[in-house]
């Protein structure tokens, strides 16, 4: 019998089961990590504490504290938008002041006439008085009827219909006499035109069933229960104080400045010039991207003036920082909010500020010393409008519009950096075009007669609404609605009054492309006027060349250093190949300077030749169908006249290609320039002829030699400009009465480092291109319905003309290839759920949490050793 085999030990299926697993509670939650592979030399696992997640935490708190004590400040002629970086949204405080002046202004000066019309009132019930640059043009001027008149013209209407239309003939026949009533008529033409060409029927009579309702329209009474938007008013004392939540005091801020109702009176008849009687005054220390010294310098005197602005502006800016952030009580509703931040704690916060792209170098180094020295903030970094909007809006390449309260900013962006020759400043802005839309409610016999916007700030703030309310540029809105507003002054019962219009609202947009409505005097910048004529051409030959010279010879005194803030400092915005493009005569000193026009030899008879060839190269920035640059081939001077003598036929076609190009409604509004643009009279090339061939037969020694060799582009159009100014001509003062599409056209060839957009060099068209497929408008005043698609036809409308004449027989103004398309100007919005005037702040604010800004910020000790200097060390547009 064989032996058993030996039985075979089974493993079991699992291990053992730990004894440790039974108990309720372990004795650690730390886990121990494993040993560092030391194969792996170069791994950097745990080596560091930053790999831990409490030093990561900690670094994500510092860095919100620190994002939360950096204050971002956007100035603006309206408002003020302050926040900390760290917000979504700014707090936005009305950039005002009033104060009770117990002693007459320094200088008295009537107001300014907003509108070539000076004769009509702008309250009828009283009728202004002239000053003597009114009377001179008494005879060309007279005043519209005023509120009786019409209402008896209306009673005279039902009683016999034929006296009725004789008066409306003679009213007719005053207004044609108005200049501004001629410059309406051309808009409503133009209008019309627009309409025509895209199939829009327009009502009959329109205009005058519209004048007729609102003629007969009386007011009906609202009680304040039933007024959902009632506001409230601050009480103005005898003794010169005002009553407000914190007591009486004679210093209001912000919107109680704008609430005081001593400031909108129910009679304006006793208003006469500001400031002559002691009384309440308003004051704005920012106006039209600058310091406003000139205000201050009337109302103190040029000895106090500045130190009274600097004050105020940072009383404001006090103010907003340190009011509260919300309001509770009912008592509260009229002060503005602010961050909430005490005035002992500045010195651990750092200001970001925004300014316009075309700045003042005296006004940056006052506020400077403002937020750095007086106010105590621990630093300072300053940034552009463009350049930060284009931040905010998340693009790389783009050209930015600016549409402000009292100015417009222009400038090209490209990879972060700005470019210098594309800035343009324009001297009008959204007030404007309330204050137009004012002037053409009056004449539509406006329910509210008594409406004073100048003496009244209730009666501007109602313009406003209206504005935002009605005012529009797309034409398929031109017809007979029926509206109604409210109007709300002080101690008085609120009015409700109905209102029909036609083709008012997109009227009152169009002075955006029409900007010689306004009055030479409104469109003035501030500080610009000291270069008066008489002034520029006094000023010796010898002083402009030792300026020029200065800069061509050493580039460390073209800008390193900032004059000091005064009431003789003229306004010193740099000039650039923008301005100097919309020049409509350009002197051949100025040709040389800016390296377009060669410098002539003396020969006999040369005055004759050489008017032709200034002729050539002079420029004219209003037509659209014969754009000129400053470089023109002198073999095309028999192609001179019919470039800029065209008729509507020759022009129709052009427009109607634009249109095809473009698929918006408000395509039309590009398609109609101005009859006076597209007819220009034949003495005009006599004329700039004539000028430019005294200015190179003059021989004058002050004349730039062709052998000088400028560091810059900037250097070269400072020179220029120094002696544009012999000829008494201002660039940068001329340039900002430039209509809107032609400033936007004019930068867009400025990008191409030429002034008629020369597409010869390295990116150029690229360039033109990329910049041309991305306009944007930012600003208040971009809110105004149908601008972008205006603006985008308008502009799309001169770069064709420019580089692709729709005219065969008019050959294009550079030379081009042969199947060469001109670029599309493609207007894009802003980024969804952002208005356009928070943009600019938002992008700042986005910059603020880059690491790089920390090699940018501008310490109180760098301020105080080395000043404006180290504000230009650290800034890249300085």
């Given at each position: 019998m064989p032996a058993e085999k030996a039985a075979k030990q089974i493993l079991p299926a699992n291990a053992p089961e730990d004894e440790t697993r039974g108990l309720p509670l372990a004795y650690t939650s730390f886990h121990a990590p494993s040993f560092v592979n030391a194969k792996n030399?170069?791994?950097?696992?745990?080596?560091?504490?930053?790999?831990?997640?409490?030093?990561?935490?900690?670094?994500?708190?510092?860095?919100?504290?620190?994002?939360?004590?950096?204050?971002?400040?956007h100035l603006g002629s309206e408002h003020i938008r302050i926040g900390r970086s760290s917000d979504v949204y700014p707090t936005t405080v009305p950039?005002?002041?009033?104060?009770?002046?117990?002693?007459?202004?320094?200088?008295?000066?009537?107001?300014?006439?907003?509108?070539?019309?000076?004769?009509?009132?702008v309250q009828?019930?009283?009728?202004?008085?002239?000053?003597?640059?009114?009377?001179?043009?008494?005879?060309?001027?007279?005043?519209?009827?005023n509120e009786s008149q019409a209402e008896a013209d209306l009673a005279d209407s039902a009683a016999s219909p034929s006296t009725h239309d004789e008066s409306q003939q003679m009213q007719q026949d005053e207004d044609l006499n108005d200049p501004l009533s001629r410059d309406i008529e051309r808009l409503r033409t133009e209008l019309r035109a627009i309409m025509r060409q895209y199939r829009l029927r327009s009502v009959g009579n329109g205009y005058q069933s519209a004048k007729s309702y609102n003629a007969s329209v009386q007011p009906e009474p609202v009680l304040e229960h039933n007024d959902v938007f009632h506001i409230g008013w601050v009480e103005a004392l005898p003794q010169g104080r005002a009553k407000t939540h914190r007591g009486d005091s004679d210093l209001l801020i912000g919107q109680e400045a704008l609430r005081l109702d001593a400031l909108s009176p129910q009679d304006t008849s006793q208003c006469g010039i500001p400031g002559e009687k002691p009384g309440w005054q308003l004051f704005r220390p920012w106006y039209r991207g600058m310091l406003n010294v000139e205000q201050y310098e009337d109302v103190y005197g040029p000895s106090a003036g500045v130190h009274a602005m600097l004050n105020d502006f940072?009383?404001?800016?006090?103010?907003?920082?340190?009011?509260?952030?919300?309001?509770?009580?009912?008592?509260?509703?009229?002060?503005?909010?602010?961050?909430?931040?005490?005035?002992?704690q500045y010195a651990d916060y750092s200001v970001l500020l925004l300014i316009p792209d075309s700045f003042s170098r005296a006004d940056l180094r006052a506020l400077g010393t403002v937020f750095l020295t007086q106010m105590g903030f621990a630093a300072l970094n300053v940034q552009t409008e463009g350049l930060c909007a284009m931040f905010g809006a998340g693009l790389s390449a783009a050209c930015v519009v600016d549409v402000g309260a009292t100015s417009i900013?222009?400038?090209?962006?490209?990879?972060?950096?700005?470019?210098?020759?594309?800035?343009?400043?324009?001297?009008?802005?959204?007030?404007?075009?309330?204050?137009?839309?004012?002037?053409?409610?009056?004449?539509?016999?406006?329910?509210?007669?008594?409406?004073?916007?100048?003496?009244?700030?209730?009666?501007?703030a109602l313009l406003e609404s209206l504005k935002e309310r009605f005012a529009t540029l797309l034409p398929n809105q031109v017809s007979l609605n029926l509206y109604d507003f409210i109007v709300r002054l002080p101690h008085t019962q609120a009015k409700k009054y109905a209102l029909r219009l036609y083709d008012e609202p997109i009227l009152a947009g169009l002075l955006l492309f029409h900007p010689e409505v306004i009055t030479r005097e409104a469109l003035a910048l501030p500080r610009r006027s000291v270069l008066s004529s008489d002034q520029i051409q006094a000023r010796s030959l010898e002083e402009v060349e030792a300026a020029t010279n200065a800069v061509t010879m050493n580039a460390s005194l073209g800008g390193d250093e900032a004059p000091e803030l005064t009431t003789d400092t003229v306004c010193d915005v740099t000039p650039t190949l923008a301005m100097f493009s919309t020049m409509r005569t350009v002197p051949e000193s100025v040709g040389v300077a800016l390296g377009t026009i060669k410098p002539l030899a003396a020969a006999p008879n040369s005055a004759n030749s050489t008017s032709t060839t200034s002729a050539d190269k002079s420029s004219s920035t209003e037509d659209s169908a014969g754009e000129k640059g400053l470089e023109i081939p002198q073999d095309k001077s028999a192609e001179k006249s019919t470039e800029k003598i065209s008729t509507i036929d020759s022009t129709t076609s052009s427009k109607n290609l634009a249109m095809e190009k473009s698929g918006s409604d408000v395509s039309q509004l590009a398609a109609q320039t101005d009859v006076d643009t597209l007819a220009v009279d034949a003495n005009e090339s006599a004329k700039d002829s004539a000028i430019a061939a005294k200015s190179a037969s003059s021989n004058q020694p002050g004349n730039p030699p062709s052998s000088v060799v400028y560091a810059s582009q900037t250097q070269r159009c400072m020179a220029a400009a120094a002696f544009a100014a012999q000829e008494g001509?201002?660039?940068?003062?001329?340039?900002?009465?430039?209509?809107?599409?032609?400033?936007?056209?004019?930068?867009?060839?400025?990008?191409?480092?030429?002034v008629d957009g020369k597409l010869g060099g390295a990116g150029n068209e690229e360039r033109l291109r990329k910049l041309a497929n991305n306009v944007m408008c930012i600003g208040g005043g971009a809110r105004l319905a149908g601008l972008g698609e205006a603006l985008e036809a308008r502009v799309s409308l001169l770069l064709a003309e420019h580089y692709t004449p729709s005219n065969p027989n008019r050959a294009p103004i550079v030379s081009v290839p042969a199947n060469f398309s001109a670029p599309q100007a493609t207007v894009i919005p802003p980024p969804r759920n952002m208005e356009p005037e928070h943009?600019?702040?938002?992008?700042?604010?986005?910059?603020?949490?880059?690491?790089?800004?920390?090699?940018?910020?501008?310490?109180?000790?760098?301020?105080?050793?080395?000043?404006?200097?180290?504000?230009?060390?650290?800034?890249?547009?300085?």
């Open positions: 030399v170069s791994s950097s696992y745990l080596k560091t504490e930053a790999q831990t997640w409490m030093s990561r935490k900690r670094k994500v708190d510092d860095s919100e504290d620190a994002a939360s004590r950096r204050i971002v400040i950039c005002a002041l009033a104060r009770y002046m117990r002693t007459p202004n320094y200088r008295c000066k009537p107001r300014v006439d907003e509108f070539k019309s000076s004769g009509v009132s009828p019930e009283v009728p202004q008085e002239k000053d003597s640059e009114q009377e001179t043009h008494a005879a060309d001027e007279k005043p519209s009827l940072q009383t404001i800016v006090s103010h907003a920082i340190s009011a509260p952030m919300s309001t509770s009580s009912d008592d509260d509703t009229l002060m503005s909010c602010g961050l909430g931040i005490p005035r002992n900013g222009i400038s090209c962006i490209e990879e972060g950096l700005v470019l210098p020759e594309t800035r343009i400043a324009l001297a009008y802005g959204g007030r404007d075009v309330s204050l137009f839309f004012g002037e053409i409610l009056q004449r539509s016999s406006f329910p509210y007669g008594a409406l004073d916007a100048s003496n009244r700030l209730a009666d501007l001509i201002d660039i940068v003062s001329d340039a900002s009465r430039t209509s809107l599409d032609q400033a936007v056209f004019r930068s867009l060839l400025a990008s191409t480092g030429s943009l600019a702040w938002k992008g700042l604010a986005v910059l603020a949490h880059l690491d790089s800004l920390q090699e940018l910020w501008v310490y109180a000790s760098d301020w105080d050793t080395l000043g404006y200097r180290a504000l230009k060390e650290k800034s890249l547009f300085l």
